[in-house]
């Protein structure tokens, strides 16, 4: 039975996350931030772990949390949203937000799922091709972009360490119809899901440190 790790499930995309992976088998650890989220992973028998990755206090309690796993596929989804566009200077707290959560919490906590993964293992950080450079194409939400640009970067710079032991990539799960996506989305939770599942399960020692669409197709940085 394979051991599937996921950062950030208590709604929405990591919520399916952990949905398909017990549906397909496999024995799922799971992270949530508060009462509500955990029993919702209980409920889909997941083995739930209270994480805030936003708390440096939460963070350091993953650890021993983890301590003896082998983890065959480490999912990092935790994120948030921000507005405002290029030329308007975002508040220095929802900088601080935004920057924490999707950057410096990363950095942190990927490290520690390094010294856990099983031989052959995937790590996949859920991304967004909005902080793409070569494909851009207007300068909205410039702080989320410039934020999943950041954390492509440490992906990135964690492949390395892991060059033939694991597999790192950094996943854009489509346009989804979740709470950050809305309702005009174009893919609903579970086709996205069931496509990066599809993806993930075909990462090859050549698709370590790239930046993937859900459907496997390469994205330029």
């Known amino acids: 039975m ?19 992976y017990r549906e397909a088998g496999a024995r799922v650890i799971a992270t949530a931030r508060d009462d509500a989220g955990l029993a ?14 936003a708390s440096p206090a939460s963070v350091s309690g993953l650890a021993w949390q983890l301590d003896g ?3 065959d596929v480490a999912l990092y989804v935790a994120g948030v949203l921000a507005g405002g566009n290029a030329g308007d200077p975002p508040p220095e707290a929802e900088f601080d937000l935004v920057m924490r959560t999707n950057v410096l919490a990363p950095m942190r906590v990927l490290p520690m799922l390094t010294e856990v993964l099983a031989p052959g293992a995937r790590l996949v950080v859920l991304s967004s091709r909005m902080g793409s450079m070569g494909l851009r194409t207007n300068g909205s939400s410039w702080l989320y972009r410039a934020s999943k640009a950041a954390v492509n970067s440490v992906l990135k710079d964690i492949s390395f360490g892991v060059q033939g032991k694991a597999i790192c990539a950094a996943m854009h799960p489509g346009w989804v119809k979740t709470d950050m996506g809305g309702a005009g989305a174009d893919l609903d939770v579970a086709q996205s ?9 075909n990462l090859r020692a050549e698709h370590n440190g790239t930046f993937l669409n859900y459907d496997g197709q390469a994205l330029a940085w």
């Open 2 to 20: 394979s051991t599937v790790l996921v950062m950030g499930a208590s709604r929405g995309i990591g919520l399916e996350f952990v949905r398909q």
């Open 193 to 201: 899901v069931s496509a990066m599942r599809a993806t993930i399960a």
């Open 40 to 53: 919702r992973l209980k409920a889909l028998d997941a083995t739930a772990l209270r994480v805030d990755v």
């Open 69 to 71: 796993e082998k983890i």
